[in-house]
């Protein structure tokens, strides 16, 4: 039976007998034996709470770099946290109420003051798991942090998780759009064309193709899009396209004047991206998050490596220090420096996202980047920048250019060796004008179309061809 979340002020797990239980068969006398606490508690200033299904995260965010010891408990599966120099506060007993129901790994948490200047949390879980504790240093806007990340025992495999939501082994089977968030219902963007469909619907709409390479798109784009033509005989094995939202959870990204978030604006057009890319035929897409959590740099680059991805594609939006800074660009990987100071600085910027976002020094990025780096990446970058270019012309016909050519510079998310990468700055956030744009679900629809028509002029031009990969 379910118990309601609550707070315990009593210890948690019976083990040595605590101070706690000692003061209290002594009474009020013995307060004056105990040893002082420090003048002043470490406070805690947040606690945020990040479930996801890759890994559930917990930040206490305190002004102070605190000391904490952990272990796990099984039957039940616990993880009891043990946090020195802390007094319980309001702010730590929010947490509590901060555990969603639909947690994938947390059932529940309780908080108690253990002994005196010690708090200990003891989190009851769905299953078994892989603590991740470390804390950070104080960075952005944030103060120090202390970290719980807590990982399933066997991470779940890409693939594994596209065919269970149906997304690899679709073929021409119509699925139910993923209609992104405040799609408006007003214009729906190209719907499939339902299997039940009883009467001939002339184009515009496409319809659910035989196997076929992606067309040529007409030289001028025209609106409606007409249904692209079959080539008859000519079997091409599916294109799995990685979609990159940039940043996420703790990293929000760049924050526009109104309040908007880039880690929010992002993940929208990511979702019509993928809707959009996903009625092209043999074309199937993995996100490298669908929802508000952080992803570290790396992890975007292995997970897309994971699904044999043909491409992938970051997307951002940016920012300056002056607001009148404006336009959309798009960048690839360069290997001798970056080709603008702005390109370069901006490079910098994104790459912070793992300092922001929050990742273990200790874990296994490092090694992952390394491998990488290794690598050559000349090949990845010539068919980046014709990418880049396909899909920079095509933003170019809805969208004021930041500059009129693809730039380079050194983003980690765009290190994959054997995968095409662009990072795509949608608008810039720090722009007024622009922010209002990046919000509004017109122009969110009308950016998605022209990156999913530019990547199509890419894959019409350079067909994906059987290859044997690294691994
Ligand atoms: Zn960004």
Redesign the pocket.
């Known amino acids: 039976m379910p118990q309601p979340p609550q707070i315990r002020t009593e210890p948690l797990i019976s083990g040595p007998i605590t101070r706690r239980t000692v003061l209290k068969a002594g009474g009020t006398l013995l307060l004056s034996v105990l040893p002082a606490l420090p003048a002043q508690a470490a406070q805690i200033l947040a606690v945020r709470v990040w479930p996801a299904d890759d890994y559930t995260r917990v930040t206490l965010e305190n002004d102070t770099d605190l000391k904490a010891t952990h272990f796990t408990v099984p039957d039940p599966q616990r993880l009891v946290v043990d946090i020195e120099g802390l007094e319980l506060n309001p702010t730590l007993k929010g947490l509590v109420a901060k555990i969603q129901s639909n947690d994938p790994y947390i059932k529940q948490v309780r908080v108690g003051q253990n002994r005196p200047g010690v708090v200990r949390l003891v989190f009851d879980l769905k299953e078994e798991i892989k603590p991740q504790v470390f804390t950070l240093a104080p960075v952005g806007t944030y103060n120090h942090r202390l970290i719980f990340d807590l990982y399933p025992i066997r991470p779940a495999d890409p693939i594994a998780a596209m065919i269970e939501k149906g997304e690899w082994s679709r073929q021409d089977a119509p699925v139910s759009p993923e209609l992104p968030p405040h799609a408006p219902p007003a214009t729906p963007v190209a719907p499939p064309v339902a299997a039940t469909t009883p009467a001939p619907t002339p184009a515009p709409t496409p319809a659910p193709q035989p196997p076929a390479v992606v067309p040529e798109p007409p030289a001028v784009a025209a609106r409606p899009e007409p249904a692209p033509a079959p080539a008859p005989g000519k079997v091409v094995r599916m294109i799995t396209i990685a979609l990159d939202p940039?940043?996420g959870g703790e990293d929000p990204?760049?924050i526009g004047a109104s309040g908007a978030r880039?880690?929010d604006l992002?993940l929208s057009i990511a979702k019509r991206l993928k809707f959009k890319l996903e009625q092209l035929p043999n074309v199937r897409v993995m996100l490298t998050r669908d929802g508000d959590y952080f992803v570290p740099l790396g992890t975007r680059v292995e997970k897309a490596r994971k699904v044999q991805a043909d491409l992938f594609i970051?997307i951002?939006?940016?920012?300056f220090l002056r607001p009148s800074a404006r336009g959309s660009s798009v960048f690839v990987l360069s290997e001798k420096g970056a080709t603008s100071t702005a390109a370069r600085w901006?490079a910098n910027?994104?790459n912070l996202?793992d300092s922001i976002g929050g990742i273990n020094m200790k874990g296994h990025d490092k090694q992952l980047a390394s491998v990488l780096l290794d690598l050559s990446t000349t090949a990845q970058i010539n068919d980046s920048l014709k990418v880049g270019s396909a899909v920079l012309g095509e933003i170019g016909g809805i969208a004021r250019l930041h500059k009129g050519s693809v730039e380079q510079a050194g983003f980690a998310v765009l290190k994959a060796p054997d995968i095409p990468s662009i990072?795509i700055?949608t608008a810039f956030i720090s722009n007024p004008e622009e922010e209002a744009r990046l919000k509004d679900n017109g122009y969110q629809d009308e950016i998605a179309t022209a990156i999913t028509k530019g990547i199509r002029r890419y894959f019409s031009k350079n067909p994906p061809l059987a290859k044997s990969r690294m691994t």
């Open positions: 940039g940043h990204g760049a880039e880690k992002v970051s951002h939006a940016d920012a901006l910027k994104e996202a990072l700055e």
